[in-house]
């Protein structure tokens, strides 16, 4: 299922479309900070030793950054500018996918878990991708 047909996505962060903050509009925000809050939820039940306490704060860190990169490059004055953090948000998820594959293959996540996360993420590059042509073309 399309994570913009699920019904639930936007029920725990729903948005008006009257928002003082634009960015916050953006359907691709959105699922970014649901992405990030599911990778929080993920990362606060992993059972690990503690010498790994770093690559789940970079875990964290990836996560948590595409949702702002989004907001900060909406904020800034030109689309030229927007688009470049779109891109360090895109790098950003991609970051988060690598890390997400270290996580599986040591079996600190289950693969079900993984694939969800990793389908959350397909959605969200095609909609990086698609906003960032329509501000460049």
Known sequence: MSALNNPNLNKKFEISQNNKFSFKDLIVWQMSIKFANDIIDITENLNTTKHHFRLIEQMESAATSIPMNIAEGKGRYSKKEFS???????GSLYETLTLLEIFKFRSWISVNDYNKLEDQANEIAIKLNSLNKSLIS
């Open 84 to 90: 470049h953090f779109l891109m360090i948000a895109r």
